[in-house]
């Protein structure tokens, strides 16, 4: 079992002051979430210094990411080192993670950015039910979408600022292994602690 918080923002997000190198001491500081996940707005500049920072730390990983801002809402790819090709629509994000590999995910659905209801038109691997820029009822109301999209709820810190980084995290049944933590979420073998939820909800 892994702890991970699968929502990041580095300096490349351009409204975020999180260094990678902020990221990879957290991680290394932390006492038990080991995994993190770059998801920068529409881009992917922050992840090989990342990577590489973070790669002489064995207990420790980094899955690479992306937050991808369609016209209809935001949408965290998980598990791709690419850009999808433009345009972004959502069909094309979905299509485009599936065939690398990825996992998509609908962002924060009912916040500023956020798809809200349409969301449930789409084939979504899952919904980041708890987002840690979100409020309580925000957050609750995407729990409900998960539920009724019958799909996994992942959580994340949505982290813009080092303190954040972490706070918000998912358990996941799986290894320190991409491949592993990306097919757990996709069989929603996840779920959120009860203390996060208590905290937020
Ligand atoms: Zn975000």
Redesign the pocket.
């Known amino acids: 079992m892994i702890l991970a918080d699968f929502?990041i923002?580095t300096i490349y997000?351009n409204d975020s002051t999180i260094t990678p190198k902020n990221i990879v001491e957290c991680l290394v500081n932390h006492n038990f979430v080991k995994v993190a996940a770059l998801?920068d707005?529409d881009t992917i500049r922050g992840l090989k210094e990342t990577i590489k920072l973070a790669a002489p730390y064995p207990d420790i990983l980094i899955i690479p990411g992306v937050?991808i801002s369609t016209a209809q809402g935001?949408i965290?790819v998980l598990g791709t080192t690419e850009i999808p090709k433009k345009p972004w629509t959502v069909d094309s994000i979905i299509d485009f993670a599936r065939s690398v590999g990825a996992v998509s995910i609908v962002?924060?659905p009912y916040r500023e950015y956020g798809m809200g209801d349409l969301a449930r038109k789409y084939k979504f691997d899952a919904v980041e039910v708890l987002?840690g820029?979100s409020l309580p009822t925000t957050n609750k109301m995407a729990k409900k979408l998960a539920k009724d999209m019958k799909i996994p709820g992942i959580a994340?810190s949505?982290a813009?600022t080092t303190s954040e980084i972490c706070s918000i995290y998912t358990e996941v049944k799986a290894s320190l292994d991409i491949e592993e933590i990306l097919k757990s979420i996709k069989k929603g073998l996840i779920s959120i602690p009860p203390k996060l939820n208590s905290n937020r909800n």
């Open positions: 929502h923002h997000s998801t707005h937050e935001d965290i962002a924060h987002n820029e994340g949505d813009h």
